[in-house]
């Protein structure tokens, strides 16, 4: 029974270390055509079930100064440029304020249109209402892939990957652990490379990163404190 629990222990650690490598790609890359997706039926009259929520919003916070064609091919475009960016993983800063902005619209029929999302029996949401509610989970989602994608942030476990060979013998020194943060610095992939190939999880490689940046913001401030040149 013990050696049964083992293995299932090493299966969900294999798995795990998998999803933290390549979910939130996954969840970027579906997020994406989900956007793109809606965006291409916009351009279609008629087609998008959105359709004529998505004017009536607009209408209400443009204040009526655009027009419904215009509105409806301006989200249309919007969408279709963040699934392109977040499928193809470019133009991410751009992006995620785009997404952040167009959020903005998805969820403020909840506001804006309170008694047409909410007009079922018993104040039950319509489809409509059903419609704009599930984008909640899409809110989520874009706060995930902005934190984990944006500006090369990543998931990490703080473990070692169940086939990584941990190399026995002297811990690494200082000055080792130093090479290692300068070399993989800046790049998320070279990271997760060395942390592998040196038998060191990717978290203590980051909480090494951590001390010898704040190291070193001390050891500046101090020389700078030692070699100021005083005012006569």
Same mark, same amino acid.
């Given at each position: 029974?013990?050696?049964?629990?083992?293995?299932?222990?090493?299966?969900?650690?294999?798995?795990?270390?998998? $999803? %933290?490598?390549?979910? @939130?790609?996954?969840?970027? &890359? +579906?997020?994406?055509?989900? /956007?793109? =997706?809606?965006?291409?039926?916009?351009?279609?009259?008629?087609?998008?079930?959105?359709?004529?929520?998505?004017?009536?919003?607009?209408?209400?916070?443009?204040?009526? $100064? %655009?027009?419904?064609? @215009?509105?409806?091919?301006? &989200? +249309?475009?919007?969408?279709? /440029?963040? =699934?392109?960016?977040?499928?193809?993983?470019?133009?991410?800063?751009?992006?995620?304020?785009?997404?952040?902005?167009?959020?903005?619209?998805?969820?403020?029929?909840?506001?804006?249109?309170?008694?047409?999302?909410?007009?079922?029996?018993?104040?039950?949401?319509?489809?409509? =209402?059903?419609?704009?509610?599930?984008?909640?989970?899409?809110?989520?989602?874009?706060?995930?892939?902005?934190?984990?994608?944006?500006?090369?942030?990543?998931?990490?476990?703080?473990?070692?990957?169940?086939?990584?060979?941990?190399?026995?013998?002297?811990?690494?020194?200082?000055?080792?652990?130093?090479?290692?943060?300068?070399?993989?610095?800046?790049?998320?992939?070279?990271?997760?490379?060395?942390?592998?190939?040196?038998?060191?999880?990717?978290?203590?490689?980051?909480?090494?990163?951590?001390?010898?940046?704040?190291?070193?913001?001390?050891?500046?401030?101090?020389?700078?404190?030692?070699?100021?040149?005083?005012?006569?």
């Amino acid at each position: 029974m013990r050696s049964m629990h083992r293995r299932i222990l090493h299966v969900e650690n294999v798995i795990h270390h998998k $999803l %933290v490598a390549h979910s @939130v790609t996954v969840l970027r &890359i +579906a997020v994406g055509a989900v /956007f793109l =997706g809606f965006g291409v039926l916009k351009f279609f009259p008629g087609v998008s079930p959105a359709e004529n929520l998505t004017q009536a919003t607009t209408h209400l916070l443009t204040f009526g $100064l %655009v027009s419904d064609g @215009v509105s409806i091919v301006a &989200i +249309a475009t919007l969408e279709c /440029f963040i =699934g392109i960016s977040l499928i193809a993983g470019r133009w991410m800063r751009a992006a995620i304020w785009l997404l952040a902005i167009q959020f903005v619209g998805i969820l403020s029929p909840l506001v804006l249109l309170p008694e047409r999302l909410f007009a079922g029996p018993s104040g039950a949401p319509t489809l409509e =209402g059903q419609y704009v509610l599930k984008d909640v989970i899409l809110v989520a989602a874009g706060m995930v892939i902005a934190a984990v994608t944006f500006r090369g942030g990543r998931l990490v476990r703080g473990d070692l990957p169940p086939s990584s060979a941990i190399r026995a013998g002297v811990p690494l020194a200082g000055e080792q652990k130093l090479r290692l943060v300068l070399e993989g610095d800046g790049d998320p992939l070279r990271f997760a490379e060395l942390a592998e190939r040196h038998g060191i999880s990717e978290a203590q490689l980051h909480d090494w990163r951590e001390v010898a940046r704040a190291s070193a913001a001390r050891a500046l401030a101090e020389h700078d404190a030692r070699t100021e040149v005083p005012v006569r």
